[in-house]
């Protein structure tokens, strides 16, 4: 009899364990990446040595990023819309303002972290305090930044200096892409924010807020810190963006916005909030930022880029839906 | 009115006065010019489980709000023993040593019943992140010592059963070691009551309070010696429970209304033909649920909150779909897909929802637009709405229902909540439809706006149509209706009519009570 309930148990334990591998949004679209990349692999040829990879990671990574601050908003349950216009005052004030050296290098990376901090504060404090609805507010958050870039530059120019533009985008020490350590770092820093007791208000707040008060969480300062934390996020990927493109433009960010939301859903964060998390949206990113490398070099017109990627976001949140609901429906 | 109780000898017997661990003294309460509290007093000793008892509305929640950190009392004091108890906020109240296990359960479903049970402040490991193994071992450790074993620590708390939710619930109000427990209808869910029931006691033995809130009156006559009532947000007690029969209990918690004379159901005449005829109606939360409402009957819907009563008027209003059974109108079958088709059904059923604000008015737009919305069709001549032609009509009907004629410019949201309901209830009149289903019509504003609602809803069924009517308030319904139905656990317990239809009827059939039993004792 004992022998038949623990037999009984582990068979539940297994099953629970298939359920969450299912149920994981990163999970199912880091294999459609994989699938991609065989396929880009094939249809390029050499992939596989550092200057490709080091290539991909860069084009990658502002989108990433922007993508993970976005998600920490939309775990709370709200949506950030700011991201367009942090990614283009910034990239203008790299491209405008900062010098050449390292000094200057740092300093602009400080920028970019205040200009997004700042922003994020804003959007947090309209939100959490003053009880704005997040898409009205970020929007206006975005009107003003995209207007401030215009201000700083109002045409398509700038240069960003060489230090940033080098360093930032170049392997470490010649071995290892500089972006893929940068995103590797997010990913170790969202692992220990996550285990903080901010980490699981954040996902407490995006279930549900009244039983989360209830339950003793500080749910105004978690949406403040979340939209924070986000604007950080939007600011580092505007650095970025500067590093790579090595200039300046005042609609810089404006491909992002929706971009990112793609990223988003693609990595399985649900819209309503309290599901999810930023590295399958980096995953996302990187699926949206491949496939178009994979049609360029299959010799697709750019022109059919952006269907198919509409086309992939649907793909994903269906395998996505399907797949967490195989999850659910296996315990009910 | 303050009915007190003697002073009941406290169980232990001995001389030394005790400090309560609580003790509440005038408490009140108001939300703008509804008063949720009077003046409650009640104490509740060390080791003492304390019942607390009353009707839906008698302010009971609003008290778990106060003690719980969530609202602050208007007036009256608070102490916890012996020194004075003002949380500002449910962590405040925490510290201080009053936990509370919610109703409506305060649990994350997306998080694990670890997660849950650690919040807001997970265990931390070596470098100061919440360490997973150590709040799951901590989960384990309370799990196993309030005999939930059961769980895994490792669930999502969205895959739990509701009796499962509701013990980790409680037992995470318990783990905080408070000198106050605060259950708030803690079975309402669970399927094994003698679970907490023993948790209780232990916990008692050892010296914590408990303020154990429940409608059911078996498990208080198994739990607790004391007692008190809340009325109208009035307190009355204590009382020992042992020594007072149901009836008591319930005269108590309806007070002296119950003695106001019927006025409706002698005075009209019912025409006996089937307006709406419902059979074998279930849904998610109802089942099996059959009546008939005849035209010119007003029949009563009573039930503590959450019985299926917002499911059943939400299927009747064409709102919610019902899994089986059926509705006829006038003999006839029908099939009701939303409001509109429940307006067109024979002669139409017109719904008034509960929460006005969000279901029932368009905020934004003035009044004569909110209350002419249902005959838009009527008023439009090649699609375009005449603005004249509306406000002509809405101002003929609007001394109806009592409503000044200038309100009519208004944007519905500058009104008063009397007048919105006014202007709610002016619309479903417009709309021509011969049966009203009236959610807890009355709820929120003030008596002469309720006065009014009565004379309009007797007028209607005079004239012949027939109303549904839901009501928070007992008196109410007794006043209003022909007859009552009673719904508990989503199943019609009882239909009361005629003398019999009183508020303790109501109530005992309400909280779960054999009628026919309370009245074999009553003689016997």
């Known amino acids: 009899m004992s022998a038949f309930v623990s037999r009984k148990v582990s068979d539940q334990t297994a099953d629970r364990s298939i359920r969450l591998w299912l149920g994981n949004g990163a999970l199912v679209v880091s294999i459609l990446y994989v699938l991609l990349f065989a396929f880009y692999a094939a249809a390029q040829g050499d992939v596989f040595g550092l200057q490709p990879m080091n290539d991909l990671a860069n084009d990658t990574l502002p989108l990433a990023l922007a993508a993970a601050g976005g998600t920490v908003v939309m775990l709370t349950g709200g949506f950030d819309l700011s991201v367009a216009g942090v990614i283009s005052l910034v990239n203008v004030c790299i491209a405008t303002q900062i010098g050449d050296g390292p000094l200057n290098a740092l300093w602009g990376l400080l ?5 997004g901090l700042a922003v994020g504060m804003v959007n947090g404090a309209l939100v959490a305090f003053g009880k704005l609805q997040s898409i009205a507010s970020t929007l206006a958050t975005m009107i003003v930044c995209s207007g401030l870039a215009i201000v700083v530059l109002d045409a398509p120019g700038g240069n960003v200096s060489d230090f940033i533009a080098d360093n930032a985008t170049d392997p470490i020490l010649g071995v290892f892409p500089a972006a893929g350590a940068i995103a590797l770092v997010i990913v170790l820093l969202w692992l220990v924010v996550r285990s903080t007791a901010f980490g699981v208000a954040i996902y407490a707040v995006g279930a549900d807020e009244t039983a989360a008060s209830l339950a003793g969480v500080p749910v105004l300062r978690t949406k403040f810190l979340a939209y924070s934390l986000g604007g950080i996020c939007y600011g580092l990927a505007g650095f970025m963006l500067s590093a790579v493109t090595a200039t300046g433009s005042p609609s810089a960010g404006t491909p992002f916005l929706l971009l990112m939301f793609a990223a988003i859903a693609i990595g399985g964060t649900s819209f309503a909030g309290g599901y999810g998390g930023p590295i399958g949206s980096m995953v996302g990113a990187a699926l949206l930022v491949l496939l178009q490398k994979a049609l360029f070099s299959a010799g697709v017109s750019s022109f059919y880029t952006v269907i198919f990627q509409g086309a992939i976001m649907i793909l994903a949140v269906l395998v996505g839906g399907i797949s967490a609901s195989i999850a659910a429906g296996r315990s009910r | 009115m303050q009915h007190q109780t003697d002073e009941i000898d406290d169980a232990s017997g001995g001389p030394a006065p005790q400090t309560p661990v609580l003790r509440v003294a005038g408490v009140s309460k108001a939300y703008g010019a509804t008063i949720a509290l009077n003046s409650v007093t009640l104490e509740v000793l060390s080791g003492e489980v304390h019942a607390l008892l009353g009707e839906n509305g008698a302010g009971k929640s609003t008290f778990v709000k106060v003690l719980s950190g969530i609202v602050r009392q208007g007036g009256g ?360 289903i009236l959610f807890d019509p009355t709820r929120g504003v003030d008596v002469g706006t309720k006065q009014t609602i009565y004379e309009v809803i007797h007028r209607f069924v005079q004239d012949g149509g027939s109303v549904l009517i839901y009501s928070t308030e007992l008196p109410e319904l007794v006043k209003l209706s022909h007859r009552c139905l009673v719904l508990y656990r989503g199943r019609v317990a009882g239909e009361l009519s005629g003398e019999n239809l009183s508020e303790e009827g109501l109530v005992a059939l309400a909280t779960g009570h054999n009628i026919e039993e309370i009245r074999s004792r009553e003689t016997a």
């Open chain 1, 111 to 115: 920028l970019a972290i205040l200009i």
């Open chain 2, 77 to 436: 004091a608070l102490s916890l023993d012996g020194t004075p108890y003002e949380p500002r906020s449910l962590m405040d109240a925490r510290r201080s040593g009053v936990s509370t296990a919610f109703q409506e359960l305060s649990l994350l479903p997306n998080l694990t019943v670890a997660a849950n049970l650690t919040l807001p402040h997970p265990l931390k490991g070596g470098l100061g992140l919440a360490s997973r193994s150590r709040n799951e071992a901590r989960a384990v450790e309370l799990l196993h010592q309030f005999d939930a074993a059961d769980i895994s620590p490792r669930s999502i708390v969205s895959r739990l059963s509701l009796a499962q939710k509701q013990r980790i619930e409680i037992i995470r109000a318990i783990s905080h070691r408070p000198r106050l427990l605060v259950l708030d209808e803690p079975t309402a869910a669970l399927a094994e009551p003698e679970w907490l029931f023993r948790i209780v006691e232990q916990l008692a033995a050892s010296g914590m309070a408990t303020l154990y809130i429940s409608h059911r009156l078996s498990e208080v006559r198994r739990l607790c010696n004391k007692g008190t009532i809340l009325r109208n947000g009035d307190s009355i007690g204590p009382i020992a429970i042992a020594e007072t029969s149901d009836n008591e209990i319930f005269r108590m918690m309806v007070g002296k209304r119950s003695e106001e004379r019927r006025q409706v159901a002698s005075g009209s005449s019912v025409v006996r033909d089937v307006a709406i005829e419902v059979s074998g109606l279930t849904g998610e939360s109802i089942h099996d649920v059959g009546f008939s409402l005849h035209k010119g009957e007003v029949v009563g819907v009573a039930a503590l909150e959450g019985q299926g009563q917002r499911e059943l008027f939400r299927i009747l209003g064409g709102v919610a779909r019902p899994l089986r059974g059926t509705i006829s109108l006038e003999g006839s079958l029908v099939n009701l897909k939303s409001p509109g088709q429940a307006l067109a059904a024979g002669a139409g059923i017109a719904f008034v929802p509960e929460e006005r604000k969000s279901e029932g008015i368009f905020l934004t737009q003035s009044t004569c637009a909110n209350v002419t919305l249902p005959l838009l069709n009527r008023l439009s001549r090649f699609g375009l709405v005449s603005s004249r032609r509306e406000y002509a009509v809405a101002a003929d009907q609007i001394q109806r229902v009592q409503l000044a004629e200038r309100l009519l410019r208004l944007r519905i949201s500058a009104l008063s909540g009397g007048n919105q309901q006014k202007a709610l209830i002016m619309r479903v009149l417009l709309s021509g439809a011969r049966s009203l």
